[in-house]
């Protein structure tokens, strides 16, 4: 199995752990693989997807992160401003 067939599958596996546990109404939610820099700390990158809102979000987290931190990450963001087409764009 190659690592990203690994990754894809542990990728698969975050949004229904988020949804049934921490009760977030995610479609996707992504982890990346640990991103270790030349200085500074190890970091992962999140990116969801809400059921009411097709938009990515994306939010950087430590590597060493819980599925609970995650969620807690996800529950407290506040997104910034968005850039791109809407639904409402004619």
């Known amino acids: 199995m190659s690592a990203n067939t690994a990754a894809r ?7 229904p ?8 109404t995610l479609r996707e ?18 990116e969801w997807v809400l059921k009411n809102d097709q938009r990515v ?3 950087v987290l430590p590597a060493d992160c819980t599925p609970s931190q995650i969620a807690d990450a996800l529950k407290s963001h506040v997104p ?3 850039y791109g087409p809407t639904d409402d764009d004619g």
């Open 29 to 46: 939610c992504r982890l990346s693989l640990p991103v270790v820099p030349l200085w500074g700390p190890a970091y992962r990158m999140v």
């Open 17 to 24: 752990t988020m949804r049934k546990q921490y009760a977030l």
């Open 57 to 59: 979000q994306r939010r």
């Open 9 to 15: 599958r542990s990728f698969a596996n975050l949004a």
């Open 80 to 82: 910034g401003r968005r």
